[in-house]
Structures are given as structure tokens and as C-alpha cells.
């Protein structure tokens, strides 16, 4: 009995067991196999996904050939250049700074001459001299300065520039008087302005340079005067200017006791056809002057000495009335209005050499080469307001007479002046002045003085005498 127990209870764990491996089996038909489900060669085939050769290949994605290539991308030749983009021209690194530049100039002959007034001179004074509040008025010995801040005054005495005097003023290099405005002797007196500031590029050929100094031109001992301040010098492609502040006043020829201010006004003094900028020291430019054209003033055109200074200089001290000494007007000192060159260094302590004076008699031929313009364009003809002849008191003719023909009552006046108000502390010096159009005036003062004195040497026939010795007419009644 046992026995069919235990042969019965096989058969159930058997029957068992055979139900099981059916149904294994069929379950195991329904469930996807590897090969259809994640086959690595179908779904994640490291040649179709993240195939190195097709995805992530060096030679197409970072080849250093295509993308990163020292030849293409970063090459010398083509991105850092220095002749393209890295070169010091284009960036401004040729250009140097100045901080203590020098200009020295002479203005012209005329500004260092005898004047025609009796014992007056024009010349120089650094700084500004004050408004004196009257016209007709010289300066006195206490009012002239040799040097105010940056700006100081020198004459050259033959053989190098020494400070200016008082006294130097009316002497020629060797210390002789000058006694004529015709004779061709001049003070030799130049303007030196330190302290200049800006820049100069010698490759790009530009500069620009500005000093904060002021000078005051003076003309017949003062009578006429300017201020010339804060000059700017600007150079580029080979030509440059000098523009400066002038300031000063003007008179009346009917009424000495007008003396107007004219407001200030930033003009061209010196026009430089020609600027050489690769000296490293400086330049010496002449401005422009023989052939330069200017509007609004009787200017004779033909002659050796045609020319003039800027149309904006000419303008505005024609407003002072004192134009005719800064253009060719016909005066027997035309010669001397002629613009000096001008000398810029671009360190005090390295000085450009000037060219000395050519009013010097001492001067010798080792003289520094100076940009010469080798041609002077006039410029463009423009409409520009006659001003008035307004001038010192008494010496310049109305608008409407002819160029350096004053009215008699004028000349009387000057004539008539007693010589202590034109007379400076020593009679060889300065002391008086006038504008340019009373140059003609003192010829003709001149005229009428040798008419009086041949007129007094006329002989006057002695009229009869008898035995007293006594003439008929004048004998005691």
C-alpha cells in the first residue's frame, strides 16, 4: 500500500513537471529574441553611430589640415602680419609726443625796422602789453619786456642769438643806430616761443603742435600794436600752417581820442607751402609770401616784391588799420615785408639751427637748409568787406583817398607834435608808430621839409646901404 503511494505521488510531481516545461515553452515563443530586439550589429553598430571614421574622424571633423591648419587659419602671413594687420603705421605708432617744442620766428624785416615817424621803431615785446586807453601813445622803457613766461625776445649780435635789450632795439647787429626804414639795416630781432605741446609722425607726415605763449608786435614805438597769442602748428602731406589768436585795437583819424577794441580772433599767420618732418630735431619752413593774392586792400600785384601774408592776417589787422605793412602796396619797403622762415624744434635742449638774419652784414654763408616753397597757388578769390581806413590818430588816409595820401590836416598834426610825446628814455631807441599806410605819409612829410629848406636857401637880393651901414627901410625915423 505504501508502495503505490509513493509510486502514486511520482506521477503527480511528474505530470507536474511536464505541465511546466509546456508552458515554459510556450511563453517562450511570444518574448522577442536578442538578434531582433538589441543586435549589436543592427542597432548600436559602432560603424553606423558612433563610427570614428564617420562621426568623430579626425580628418574631416578636427583635421588639422582643414579646420585648424597653421597655413589657413592661423598663419602668420595672413592674420598677424606685421605689414597687415599688426603694423605699427596704420596703428600710429610712428608718431612721437613733444612736450617742450620751440618755435622761433622773426616775422619779416619790416617788424625789425626803423620807423618813419621821428625816433619810433617797430619791434617786439614778450607777453601783452596792457590797453593803454588812448591812441597815439609809445611805450615807455618800464612797459617793454625781453621775456614774459615761455616767450622771450633775442637779437642777433653776429654770431649767436643773445637776450634782447632796450637800447637793442634800435641797433643793427654791430650796435649801429639805424637812421633810414629805406636803408636795408634791421634790428634782427626774432620771437621764441617754448613750452610747445603735440604730436609729430614722421612716416604719416603729420603734426600738430600748440603753444600757450603771447607776443605783442609793435609798430612805430606803439602807436599801433597787436597781441599774437596760443600760435597751432598743423602739417600734413608736406604743407602746414601756423594759426594764432590776434587782439588788438583801433583809432580814429579824425579824433585821437578814439581807441577801440577789436575782439580777438584766431587767424592764419604764416602759410608753409613746404614742411620736410624726417629731421628728428625740427624743420625750418619760409611761409608763403611773393605771389600770394589778398582781397579787400590796394595791393600791387607785379614786382619783385609782390605778395603777402595770409588773407585772415591781412583782414584783420587791416580792421586795426595797420594792413599796408603786411602786403605789397607799392611803399619803398616792400622788400621788407617779405614773411622770414620759421623754425620749429621739437626739444629745447636740442635746437634746430636758425638761419640768420639776412639784414646782417656779419652774416656768413653757413646757413641751415630751408624748405623753400617751389610755388605759392593764390588763394581762391572770395568777396571780403572793406573795413574803413581806421588807423593811429592822423596817419593813415581816408578809404576813399588814394593809397598813402593823407589829408593835410593829418600830417599837420603829426608835423606839429612836439617831439617829447614820440620820445623814449634814450633817443637812440624806439619811440613811436604808426600803420602801414602812413608809410607814403612820411614821404611826403619829407617832401614838404626839403621844400621848406630849399626855400630858405633861396638868396634874397641885400637891399642898399649908404655910408652908416644901415639899409634905407630900417633907418631910424
Same mark, same amino acid.
Request: proline share 11%.
Given at each position: 500500500m505504501a508502495e503505490r503511494v509513493r509510486l502514486a505521488a511520482l506521477g503527480l510531481v511528474a505530470g507536474a513537471l511536464g505541465v511546466l516545461m509546456v508552458? /515554459?515553452?510556450?511563453a517562450a515563443d511570444d518574448v522577442p529574441t536578442p538578434s531582433e530586439t538589441a543586435s549589436p550589429t543592427e542597432t548600436a553598430s559602432p560603424t553606423e553611430t558612433a563610427s570614428p571614421t564617420e562621426t568623430a574622424s579626425p580628418t574631416e571633423t578636427v583635421s588639422p589640415t582643414e579646420s585648424a591648419s597653421p597655413t589657413e587659419t592661423a598663419s602668420p602671413t595672413e592674420t598677424a602680419s606685421p605689414?597687415? @594687420?599688426? @603694423?605699427?603705421t596704420p596703428a600710429? %605708432? *610712428?608718431? $612721437?609726443?613733444?612736450?617742450?617744442? $620751440?618755435?622761433?620766428?622773426?616775422?619779416?624785416?619790416?617788424?625789425?625796422? =626803423?620807423?618813419?615817424?621821428?625816433?619810433?621803431?617797430?619791434?617786439?615785446?614778450?607777453?601783452?602789453?596792457?590797453?593803454?586807453?588812448?591812441? /597815439?601813445?609809445?611805450? =615807455?622803457?618800464?612797459?617793454?619786456?625781453?621775456?614774459?613766461?615761455?616767450?622771450?625776445?633775442? =637779437?642777433?649780435? /653776429? @654770431?649767436?642769438?643773445?637776450?634782447? *635789450?632796450? %637800447?637793442?632795439? /634800435?641797433?643793427?647787429?654791430?650796435?649801429?643806430?639805424l637812421t633810414s626804414p629805406t636803408e636795408g639795416r634791421f634790428s634782427n630781432h626774432t620771437v621764441v616761443m617754448g613750452g610747445g605741446t603735440g604730436t609729430v609722425d614722421p612716416v604719416a607726415g603729420t603734426a600738430r603742435i600748440a603753444w600757450d605763449a603771447d607776443v605783442t608786435v609793435l609798430y612805430y614805438s606803439g602807436m599801433s600794436f597787436f597781441h599774437l597769442s596760443d600760435p597751432v602748428l598743423e602739417v600734413a602731406s608736406g604743407r602746414g600752417s601756423v594759426t594764432a589768436v590776434l587782439h588788438g585795437y583801433r583809432s580814429s583819424q579824425s579824433d585821437q581820442g578814439v581807441w577801440e577794441e577789436v575782439p580777438s580772433r584766431r587767424v592764419v599767420v604764416a602759410d608753409l607751402?613746404?614742411?620736410?618732418?624726417?629731421?628728428?630735431?625740427?624743420?625750418?619752413?619760409?611761409?608763403?609770401?611773393?605771389? $600770394?593774392?589778398?582781397t579787400g586792400v590796394p595791393q600791387v600785384t607785379s614786382g619783385s616784391a609782390a605778395g603777402s601774408f595770409p588773407q585772415s592776417f591781412v583782414d584783420y589787422v587791416g580792421e586795426l588799420?595797420?594792413?599796408?605793412?603786411?602786403? @605789397?602796396?607799392?611803399?619803398?619797403?616792400?622788400p621788407f615785408k617779405v614773411a622770414l622762415p620759421l623754425t620749429v624744434s621739437y626739444d629745447a635742449s636740442a635746437p634746430v639751427a636758425a638761419p640768420q638774419p639776412s639784414g646782417d652784414p656779419t652774416a656768413d654763408d653757413d646757413q641751415?637748409?630751408?624748405?623753400?616753397?617751389?610755388? $605759392?597757388?593764390? #588763394? *581762391?578769390?572770395?568777396?571780403?568787406?572793406?573795413? #574803413?581806413?581806421?588807423?593811429? #590818430?592822423?596817419?593813415? %588816409?581816408?578809404?576813399a583817398a588814394p593809397a598813402g595820401v593823407p589829408p593835410a590836416a593829418g600830417l599837420a598834426a603829426v608835423l606839429a607834435r612836439p617831439a617829447t610825446d614820440v620820445r623814449l628814455t634814450s633817443a637812440a631807441v624806439p619811440e613811436g608808430t604808426s600803420t602801414g599806410a602812413a608809410e607814403p605819409l612820411w614821404w611826403a612829410g619829407g617832401a614838404l621839409l626839403l621844400a621848406a629848406a630849399l626855400v630858405l636857401l633861396v638868396p634874397v637880393p641885400t637891399p642898399a646901404r649908404d655910408a652908416t651901414g644901415v639899409a634905407p627901410e630900417r633907418k631910424p625915423r
Open positions: 508552458a /515554459g515553452a510556450a605689414t597687415e @594687420s599688426a @603694423s605699427p600710429g %605708432a *610712428t608718431a $612721437v609726443a613733444v612736450a617742450d617744442a $620751440v618755435l622761433r620766428w622773426g616775422v619779416n624785416n619790416e617788424s625789425n625796422n =626803423k620807423a618813419f615817424a621821428p625816433r619810433t621803431f617797430n619791434f617786439f615785446s614778450a607777453g601783452l602789453l596792457p590797453d593803454p586807453g588812448q591812441g /597815439g601813445s609809445t611805450i =615807455k622803457q618800464s612797459q617793454w619786456q625781453a621775456a614774459a613766461g615761455p616767450t622771450r625776445i633775442e =637779437k642777433w649780435d /653776429g @654770431s649767436a642769438w643773445q637776450p634782447a *635789450t632796450w %637800447a637793442g632795439l /634800435g641797433t643793427d647787429s654791430a650796435g649801429v643806430p607751402p613746404a614742411v620736410d618732418l624726417s629731421d628728428v630735431d625740427g624743420f625750418v619752413s619760409a611761409p608763403a609770401y611773393a605771389g $600770394v593774392l589778398v588799420g595797420a594792413a599796408a605793412f603786411w602786403y @605789397s602796396s607799392g611803399a619803398s619797403t616792400d641751415p637748409e630751408v624748405a623753400e616753397p617751389t610755388a $605759392v597757388d593764390p #588763394p *581762391t578769390s572770395r568777396p571780403v568787406p572793406v573795413t #574803413p581806413a581806421l588807423s593811429v #590818430p592822423g596817419l593813415v %588816409a581816408p578809404a
